[in-house]
Structures are given as C-alpha cells and as structure tokens.
C-alpha cells in the first residue's frame, strides 16, 4: 500500500475529528497514513513518527494540515524527495495553503485520478561558515535572514554577489528570500513582490541607515555572501523564521539555489495574483 504522510499545526482541537476522518478516507482508498507527533497528539488511529524521520517513508502524497508555518516546516523534511505536498489552510492567513478544509477531499480524489496540477517553488540552500568551520546548512522555502537581538542598535554587514562586494552597511538585519518569501518578511522590509516562476533572490535591507540602501534583485543562480562585521551585541541567522542559530562576529552566511524544490499541489485554476488580490487585498482601495 501506498504511504501519505500527515503534518499537523499544534493547538488546533478541530483536528481530533478532522483526523479521524481523513485516515478513514486514505484506508478506504489503499492508503497507509502514517502521522507527525504533533498530529499524533490529537488521534491513536495511525502510527505516528517524528517529523525529521517521515520522508523515510517515502510518502507519496504528504498532507499539511495547519498555516503557512506548518508547510514551510514540512517543505524543509520532504524537498529532497520530490514529494508533492497538499496543505489544508487552518490557519489566519494561508497565503501558501490555499486548499480550503471544505475542499479536501474534492481535492485528493483530483490528486488520485492524476487531476491535480504541480505548483514548483524553488528553495534557496544556505550555509553558515565560522572560519572555515560549516557551523550548519539549511534549505529555505521563503528566506533565510541575518537579524539583531534585542538590543535596538544597529549591525554592520556586507554582502557580496559572486565574489564581488555589493555593500557594507549599517542596518537591523539583512534578509536573503526566494520568489515565494517575497510575499512574506521581505515584503515587511518594503521588498519587491516577485511571480514564483521568476529565477532570481531578492537581499532586501531591515531598517538601513543609509536611504540609498534598497532591495536588491539577483540572478536565481548567483552566489550570495553576507558576512557579520560587528557582533557585539545578539545576532542570529533563522531560516524560514523556524531554525535559528546565534551569530559571532566574521561569520559568513552563503547561499544560492537549492537542488531541491517544493511541489505543492494545486486543484483549480485559481493564479498568483488571485491569492494576492484575496489574501493581500493587492491593489484595493
């Protein structure tokens, strides 16, 4: 039998009966669920593994039941794979998970008679370098991002593209996002909103000194450095806003395009700009 795989968004009490019905639905249709801890908090009625061990079992479908969070979580455990992922909204916003409760099942009986349409995103992989010591490296589906702590004073950061210096400068953080975080931390930052299908990352500035630092587009295949100048006071490097590691000064933060991508499986023929225009109310007055 066939594996799908169930991640779910913690403190949703709905979920007890939600997931009740929907591993009934997978057995009648010769599936095996298999769940996360956390949507094993809510029912007994599959076998549950932690969510880093999932992809062992090369699910053929996993099924997010949560926010944006929750998928962007899930994206990092299954990229390397390939997995096709329909995220259910559970959350406030679901910018990224679009599929309504209401259409579940309308659209995992699309996905079973091959209906359903693929929606690529590309990731951006990073590493974080201490001299030459590889502290850790990542894969993002929004950004990865270099920020100060608590302490409302600036830091120093230069960024290089392709071995050549584009800045030094004096801001709150620096932030790297791919096509689909433009819509997230980088927008915030007054960052460009790009189509997901666009090859290229966006650096936007947090809070710059200077007036003439301004988000900066680049080719989806460049090579990105940004290095820690000062670091006096708390600095961290976070991916997706999940994984977070503290920062020393000379610490360099590089990436470019991951290997990896993100299938995120779409019913209907619903664009980008519609969710932009529903989610985001773009362009209302």
């Not at 007994?44 to 999932?54: I, K, W």
């Not at 099942?105 to 992989?125: F, I, K, P, S």
């Not at 071995?163 to 790297?176: N, Q």
């Amino acid at each position: 039998m066939r594996t799908i795989a169930i991640v779910s968004k913690p403190e949703k009490p709905e979920l007890r009966e939600i997931l009740v019905e929907l591993i009934g639905w997978l057995r009648d249709h010769d599936f095996t669920p298999v769940l996360d801890a956390i949507s094993g908090s809510y029912t007994d009625a599959a076998p549950v593994v932690a969510r880093e061990s999932l992809s062992e079992h090369v699910p053929v479908l996993v099924i997010v039941l949560g926010g944006d969070g929750t998928l962007l979580a899930a994206s990092r455990v299954f990229a390397h794979l390939g997995t096709p992922i329909l995220s259910v909204n559970l959350g406030s916003l679901g910018f990224l998970t679009e599929v309504r409760l209401s259409d579940l099942y309308t659209t995992l009986e699309a996905w079973c008679v091959d209906c359903g349409a693929l929606d690529v995103r590309t990731m951006l992989h990073t590493e974080l370098w201490r001299g030459n010591k590889l502290i850790c490296e990542n894969e993002a589906l929004n950004d990865a991002v270099i920020t100060k702590g608590t302490i409302a004073r600036m830091g120093y950061f230069s960024v290089s593209v392709d071995g050549h210096l584009a800045a030094e400068y004096r801001a709150d953080g620096v932030i790297v996002a791919t096509p689909t975080g433009s819509t997230a931390y980088s927008l915030s930052a007054n960052g460009p909103v790009l189509d997901p299908s666009v090859d290229a990352h966006i650096v936007t500035p947090v809070c710059p000194h200077l007036l003439t630092m301004r988000p900066l587009v680049v080719r989806g295949d460049a090579r990105l450095k940004i290095r820690v100048i000062s670091g006096d006071d708390p600095t961290f490097f976070t991916v997706d806003g999940q994984e977070s590691q503290p920062l020393e000064a000379g610490d360099e933060l590089r990436c470019w395009r991951s290997e990896h991508k993100v299938k995120l499986l779409r019913v209907g023929t619903g664009s980008f700009y519609d969710v932009l225009r529903t989610k985001l109310k773009w362009g209302t007055r």
